[in-house]
T-cell receptor, first 113, second 115 residues
């Protein structure tokens, strides 16, 4: 089955700096790559996703890039703010349906004011 | 902040006891899921259901059981066969068709601990 590796497990940045979280996947058939953010004590929420026919997607300060050849995708957060502090999970899916999502182990991002 | 509701927020299990976690959604979603979250382990799928009266095992179904008698409800029972039940349990739902059919909507979770 699919295996998703996520790095780093923890990341600390100064407010205003950029943060990058990287994920690799094993199944070349994967075609959907979402990112979920889980603030402390709260439920995970989808913040951005990308499909395999797109190389990059942006939403304000957040962007995701996908390299299908290398089988890796990354989350980029620019101009980080304290409210960006959370655990971020990447995931990969090989087909239609969220039941086929395989999650990474998460990255705890701390933004230092 | 509604849509999918889990209860209770905290639950304690005694040795040899079965406990049931509740999950209700009013989003009219066809699919519902149960995930287990352990520190540093990400989210692992326990069971999922795409339609009433039907459900499938996920990656870590042993020691758990579910039912789907109503579209809105997907309770999870942690049985005494689950030897390491202490974890944070998340319920989720999603559409099965449409442009956003892969987006998961999560509940606020239940923290289960063993006494």
């Amino acid at each position: 089955g699919e295996n998703v590796e996520q790095h780093p497990s923890t990341l600390s940045v100064q407010e205003g700096d950029s943060a990058v979280i990287k994920c690799t996947y094993s199944d070349s058939a994967s075609n959907y790559f979402p990112w979920y953010k889980q603030e402390l004590g709260k439920r995970p929420q989808l913040i951005i996703d990308i499909r395999s026919n797109v190389g990059e997607k942006k939403d304000q300060r957040i962007a995701v890039t996908l390299n299908k050849t290398a089988k890796h995708f990354s989350l980029h957060i620019t101009e980080t703010q304290p409210e960006d502090s959370a655990v971020y999970f990447c995931a990969a899916s090989t087909g239609a349906g969220s039941y086929q999502l395989t999650f990474g182990k998460g990255t705890k991002l701390s933004v230092i004011p | 902040d509604g849509g999918i509701t889990q209860s209770p927020k905290y639950l304690f299990r005694k040795e040899g006891q079965n406990v049931t976690l509740s999950c209700e959604q009013n989003l009219n979603h066809d699919a519902m899921y149960w995930y287990r979250q352990d520190p540093g382990q990400g989210l692992r799928l326990i069971y999922y259901s795409q339609i009433v009266n039907d459900f499938q095992k996920g990656d870590i179904a042993e020691g758990y059981s579910v039912s789907r008698e109503k579209k809105e409800s997907f309770p999870l029972t942690v049985t005494s066969a689950q030897k390491n039940p202490t974890a944070f349990y998340l319920c989720a739902s999603s559409l099965l068709t449409g442009a956003t059919n892969e987006k998961l909507f999560f509940g606020s979770g239940t923290q289960l601990s063993v006494l």
